[in-house]
């Protein structure tokens, strides 16, 4: 069983940066893949970023490119999402994930998943 908690939500200018932040707990955080995804009101789930278990390997979808970084640090059980360059379609409930087996960004392959954090980006 992982817990996932997301932080570093909130009000930003366009333009701005925003570091989120996930903790997970349990001893075996190091043996998951994490990925980050957003949803806003009246959309789908969009995936955002994703990582293997080791940090060596990162994923991204073309939409944020160059802008999103995923990191990950396992001695402190947490994974990281800094953004840049953000803008107002960025606004949404960004979700951290856990999954045992590889890194993917197919929402309904993760095994857990954390409350969610609100960014909002204003224009």
């Known amino acids: 069983q992982v817990q996932l908690v997301e932080s570093g939500g909130g009000l930003v200018q366009a333009g701005g940066s925003l570091r989120l932040s996930c903790a997970a707990s349990g001893r075996t955080f190091s043996s998951y893949a994490m990925g980050w995804f957003r949803q806003a009101p009246g959309k789908e789930r969009e995936f955002i970023a994703a990582?293997?278990?080791?940090?060596?390997?990162?994923y991204y979808p073309d939409s944020v490119k160059g802008r999103i970084t995923i990191s990950r640090d396992n001695a402190k059980n947490t994974v990281y999402l800094q953004m840049n360059s953000l803008k107002p379609e960025d606004t949404a409930a960004y979700y951290c994930?856990?999954?045992?087996?590889?890194?993917?960004?197919?929402?309904?392959?993760?095994?857990?998943w954390g409350q969610g954090t609100q960014v909002t980006v204003s224009s």
């Open positions: 990582i293997s278990w080791n940090g060596i390997n990162t």
């Open positions: 994930a856990a999954r045992l087996m590889g890194a993917t960004h197919r929402w309904e392959e993760y095994d857990y």
